[in-house]
């Protein structure tokens, strides 16, 4: 049963950081480029971090680039979004998600190209 897991939100003051892991289970971790997306309350779901397939090359959006870093642990199949600085903007519900198909990832990362997708974790960053 393939699966991804999230964990690690949370509450945190602005200027806190937290890192986001996501555990893939029934797949091969290097078969796939990895995206963490986000969705806030009334807003669609965009697409933050990704990192891709061949682990050569990551994508940052540009209101996370600099404060967000993408990373993964194949030996531990986890892939981690470490997020510091972080704005009362970046409170969300995070979700990692699984790409077969794209070995780069693209600007942005499009959602309707990921096969499989976490039960995302929620982030609040206030005061």
């Known amino acids: 049963q393939v699966q991804f897991v999230e964990s690690g939100g949370g509450l945190v003051q602005p200027g806190g950081s937290l890192r986001l892991s996501c555990a893939a289970s029934?797949?091969?971790?290097?078969?796939?480029?990895i995206g963490w997306f986000r969705q806030a309350p009334g807003k669609e779901r965009e697409g933050v971090s990704c990192?891709?397939?061949?682990?050569?090359?990551?994508y940052s959006a540009d209101s996370v680039k600099g404060r967000f870093t993408i990373s993964t642990d194949n030996a531990k199949k986890t892939v981690y979004l470490q997020m510091n600085s972080l704005e009362p903007g970046d409170t969300a519900v995070y979700y990692c998600?699984?790409?077969?198909?794209?070995?780069?990832?693209?600007?942005?990362?499009?959602?309707?190209?990921?096969?499989?997708w976490g039960q995302g974790t929620q982030v609040t960053v206030s005061s």
């Open positions: 029934g797949v091969t971790l290097n078969d796939y480029a």
């Open positions: 998600a699984a790409n077969l198909m794209r070995v780069l990832c693209t600007d942005p990362p499009r959602q309707y190209e990921y096969d499989y």
């Open positions: 990192i891709s397939k061949i682990r050569s090359s990551t």
